[in-house]
């Protein structure tokens, strides 16, 4: 199947406000995930879309024109909570319902203080509240816990310290520079998010793409997910003060992202992904010296991660903590590595099956959600990974690695997702009457996410949340664009 | 020797705490084991001079303490899903407290008992403490898997006891505890793994509740 | 000359303490597979902060101004009375043990005041931690001196570590083995080092000890380092002399055995710090409790034995 979907404006089906809502919840009910839901400002009013994978893997979309006051589904739907927060934010929709209605990014100027924080009331209760400046060098967020002693009621989680305003300036400014931009929506997340936008270009374009340059994206994208993957295990080690795997981890990941700068010159792997293609060629030689530097590097993880399911004061520390279960993994609709912990099905190579991935296969676990499956499975993926780049890299079939690209079709609308690290990215682009970009939406997989770890943290120990944060590793920035 | 003795004797009450305190059957496999090699050693390295067959014997024990049984045991696990206690009743601290306990209980006893054992005086002690700690396993645990490891700790400490006490014919004596052993690790795992087959479980909670159930129907 | 060599050992004590962190920095940098800091480094840390101005929170009052010389000034007293060599120290009568554990806990204690002067809520979780670590630590530390006391039969520091000898080894083998592991077990938990606290780490919601002194600065923060090197090597030095009991009656070799058992010490708290990881809070008591019941037993293998 293909994890695009591109067609006329016209065709989404435009609703009354009231059969939307039903339709909307009534497909929730069943068992769909949201992947997009957003509005757009036209000048006859607010127009609201929702784009919704069901459970058979069809894509469903449609859309009504949006009242100044909409009821909210999110108490009967919590994965709906920050896209209604979203559009409340940027339209002044209110949703009435809607549990916690503060905005998302703080834009117009609004500052964290002006949302409202939940509080727990009691004598022992203290509340604690970490960043947006701590002491970490990762980026800033504020987090706000109501605990009793070291037992933690209650986690508050506000972003949008970093709103840069990438959804309004990747439309207006020169279409040359669209693609650098997108790629910083998520910096560790360049090519998946580099993908998406390819695939919407070249949706619109009905173009295809040789077999060469799917099987060249693949393994940038799986080469991104080694790096960052081996990158997160050596992380969650140095935060248990497992010295070994911490430091291993730290300079294999380096050599993953060496190997990707010997694809395009850039070791987080911008400009490579291009519409129509890959912007670099590789030859014989080349695949020979990945190969081998892959083949090293991996070896040294696979020494380096086994210690530390041997040790069992490491396992002590990783099991039964931060526990997200089953339940509330699908309210919230996690995704990713994180959603896989939790025993969702929610790999969209395995879904889709789309270019490159058609013989993709995953052995399904048994995994509780706490912070060992959270690793395991990016043990898991790693193998993966190293599987499938091997797989491509020595059987690339030949074929132009670049297409031309022609102009946009107009009125049309389009969709793409990628698996990328963290989960499913999912890009909405609309085109004008013009054929150029006149709406483009950007889903990061950290916007499903950071409440599973708002979840974890429920009922769990304070100094476990260091720990727990770094087995989602969420993106800051790309719930921020 | 002497004091290689001693660290043996200090290794044995060391493996009581893990046993008392560890929630994971493997882990538990593992500490018997070792118990099992130790005591095993014990009366090699008491022992005035090396006997041939004294060797050959303590080899076979390891063989079948420290190899055989954890082998057959870890196959038990698996097979059983059985990989660590469901019900948790007791905390760290408390284990410690049992494992004092115990340890309080042993001296006193083995000052009561005043006997007369040739150089290594803390046998006895050791020897009680791994008694009341696999009688201990036997009664608070609910997984069956460990409680066959709870018999064999109570085998181990009969052993201890035995190498320490029996000066006449030791030999025989171990033997015949040895072949105890066998036997009972042998059916009751042939037993454990037959209701793991037929009730896919082996918590014995769970076989509790069969068995009312069965009452029940009984009456109808 | 005698005066002169217990001039020495202070010296000595005062201008060395702050190599054994350093010791155990090497140790792990070098199981990382890294060249690591210096063994002296800290000495250039001590002498950055000692230049630099210091700033106090404005929230906070007398007790945060005064607390870390104070600190400090316990903490040395304490390192006064501990031997040196086969040499006692500047003090030495029946009982100190006794006064070295209280002026330690009373440094303790104002450092639990301090931070919570400065009103902070990551430096009042921390002193609640030490407060509730310290409750299980301080019986460790009582039940192996008496276990080392009715050994040796000598209730002063320097006599119990005149009376260790290889041959006290020989007779009681289990019982001193039992008390280095209880003391070492100590070691690492009142120097806050795996796997009770994380020394390198960043992230405050999970640290003991130095959460606390997080908004200490310039002198005051030199002084509160300096002050827990001198606890590390207050600590080492019970290990060492366990461990290295020879004593041959000449004081430079006496002092040179001394000082590599204190060496070993460090390096095996470097060894430990690298290959364990960090316990969660919950279950430092159950550790300490453990270390506990090892000096527990210790003690009743020594009063049976006689």
């Avoid at chain 1, 509240?129 to 109501?146: K, S, T, Y």
């Avoid at chain 3, 020394?199 to 405050?204: A, R």
């Amino acid at each position: 199947m293909k994890d695009f979907i591109t067609g006329n404006l016209e065709e989404i089906e435009f609703l009354d406000r009231d059969v939307f809502v039903k339709r909307l919840s009534g497909e929730l009910s069943l068992g769909a995930g949201v992947l997009s839901y957003f509005s757009v400002k036209y000048k006859e009013g607010i127009k609201l879309f929702v784009f919704l994978l069901k459970k058979s893997g069809e894509i469903e979309f449609f859309s009504c024109k949006a009242d100044s006051k909409m009821p909210s589904l999110t108490p009967f739907y919590p994965q709906l909570h920050l896209f209604e927060r979203e559009i409340s934010e940027k339209t002044g929709i209110i949703f009435e319902g809607h549990p916690l209605p503060n905005p998302v990014r703080y834009e117009n100027g609004l500052t964290a203080s002006s949302g409202s924080y939940f509080k727990v009331q009691g004598n022992e209760i203290h509340e604690v509240a970490v960043g947006p400046v701590h002491a970490g060098v990762i980026e800033p967020g504020h987090f706000r816990f109501q605990c009793l002693g070291e037992n933690v009621f209650h986690l508050q989680i506000e972003l949008g310290y970093q709103h840069r305003g990438i959804e309004n300036a990747v439309i207006s400014v020169d279409k040359k520079r669209m693609l650098p931009m997108i790629e910083t929506a998520a910096g560790d997340t360049s090519i998946g998010h580099a993908w998406t936008y390819a695939k919407i270009t070249e949706a619109l374009c009905e173009v295809q793409i040789s077999k060469r340059a799917s099987f060249l994206r693949g393994a940038a994208l799986e080469l991104e997910r080694l790096a960052n993957h081996i990158g997160d295990l050596g992380a969650l080690s140095g935060d248990v003060a497992y010295l070994p795997t911490a430091n291993f981890c730290g300079r294999i990941r380096g050599e993953i992202l060496n190997i990707t700068a010997l694809l395009c010159g850039n070791r987080f792997g911008r400009n490579f992904i291009i519409p129509g293609g890959v912007e670099y060629d590789v030859d014989d030689k080349l695949i020979k010296e990945i190969m081998s530097r892959l083949d090293s590097a991996y070896e040294d993880a696979v020494s380096a991660i086994s210690l530390l399911w041997e040790r069992k004061t490491v396992l002590d520390r990783f099991e039964k903590t931060g526990i997200v279960s089953l339940e509330k993994a699908l309210k919230l609709r996690l995704v990713g590595p994180a959603g896989r912990a939790s025993g969702i099905d929610c790999d969209l190579r395995k879904i889709f099956k789309s270019e490159p991935y058609e013989d993709f296969e995953s052995e399904p676990l048994t995994l509780n959600g706490d912070v060992f499956s959270r690793a395991y499975i990016r043990w898991m993926e790693i193998k993966k990974s190293y599987k499938l780049i091997k797989n491509w890299l020595s059987r690339l079939p030949q074929g132009e690695i670049t297409l031309e690209i022609g102009p946009f079709k107009k009125n049309s609308f389009a969709l793409a997702l990628t698996e990328g690290w963290r989960g499913e990215i999912c890009h909405v682009c609309f085109t004008d009457d013009k054929g150029e970009i006149s709406f483009y939406k950007i889903k990061d997989p950290s916007f499903h996410n950071w409440q599973g770890l708002a979840m974890a943290l429920r009922n769990a120990q304070i100094s476990d949340f260091p720990l727990c944060n770094k087995s989602f590793n969420l993106s800051y920035c790309g719930h921020d664009l | 020797m002497h004091i290689i003795s001693q660290f043996l004797i200090l290794a044995v009450i060391f493996c009581d705490f893990f046993l008392l305190s560890s929630y994971s059957t493997f882990e538990l496999v593992k500490f018997a084991a070792l118990q099992g090699v130790l005591t095993a050693l014990l009366p090699l390295m008491a022992a005035e001079h090396f006997a041939a067959e004294g060797i050959a014997f303590a080899l076979s024990v390891i063989l079948l303490k420290g190899f055989f049984f954890p082998f057959v045991l870890r196959k038990l696990i698996v097979k059983n899903n059985a990989y660590e206690e469901k019900k948790r009743e007791y905390s760290g601290a408390l284990s410690i407290a049992v494992y004092l306990f115990v340890f309080f209980v042993s001296v006193w006893l083995s000052i009561k008992l005043d006997l007369e054992v040739k150089s290594l005086s803390w046998i006895i002690p050791a020897s009680f403490m791994t008694i009341f700690s696999g009688l201990f396993l036997i009664i608070l645990r609910t997984q069956t898997v460990s409680q066959i490891v709870g018999y064999m700790v109570l085998e181990n400490g009969i052993y201890c006891f035995g190498s320490a006490v029996f000066v006449q014919q030791p030999l025989m004596v171990e033997a015949a505890i040895l072949l105890d052993i066998f036997v009972a690790v042998f059916v009751m795992g042939m037993a454990v793994f037959h209701i793991g087959k037929e009730f896919n479980n082996s918590d014995s909670e769970n076989l509790n509740e069969l068995r009312e159930e069965t009452g029940q129907e009984a009456d109808i | 000359m005698e005066n002169i060599k217990i001039f020495f050992q202070i010296l000595v004590i005062f201008s060395l303490a702050p190599i054994l962190p350093g010791i155990i920095n090497r140790v792990k940098a070098k199981f990382a597979g890294r060249q690591g800091r210096s063994i002296f480094q800290l000495y250039f840390d001590l002498y950055k902060l000692i230049n630099r101005g210091m700033v106090y929170p404005k929230v906070s009052g007398i007790i945060f101004k005064m607390a870390a010389p104070s600190v400090l000034a316990f903490t040395a007293a304490s390192a006064v009375i501990m031997p040196f060599g086969g040499q006692s120290g500047l003090l030495s009568f029946s009982g100190d043990f006794l006064l070295i554990a209280y002026f330690l806990a009373f440094s303790r204690f104002l450092l639990i005041l301090s931070a919570m002067d400065t009103s902070s809520a990551f430096e009042g979780m921390g002193a609640s931690r030490e407060a509730q670590f310290a409750v299980f630590a301080e019986p460790v530390f009582f039940m192996s001196m008496l276990t080392l006391s009715r050994i040796t039969g000598e209730t002063s520091v320097y006599g119990i570590f005149s009376k260790l000898s290889p041959d006290l080894w020989i007779q009681n083998a289990p019982v001193l083995s039992l008390i280095t592991g209880s003391l070492f077990i100590l070691l690492l938990c009142e120097s806050s080092r795996v796997p009770f606290d994380d020394p390198d780490t960043h992230l405050e919601l999970t640290m003991i000890h130095e959460v606390m002194i997080l908004d200490n600065s310039g002198t005051d923060l030199a002084f509160m380092l300096y002050a827990s090197y001198l606890k590390f090597w207050i600590y080492a030095s019970f290990v060492s002399a366990i461990i290295l009991p020879r004593h041959s009656d000449f004081f430079f070799s006496d002092s040179f055995i001394y000082m590599s058992g204190l060496f070993f010490t460090s390096v095996a708290a470097g060894v430990t710090e690298s290959i364990m990881a960090r316990v969660r809070l919950l279950r430092v008591p159950q550790f300490l409790l453990a270390a506990f019941s090892i000096s527990v037993m210790a003690f009743v293998f020594q009063a049976v034995k006689g």
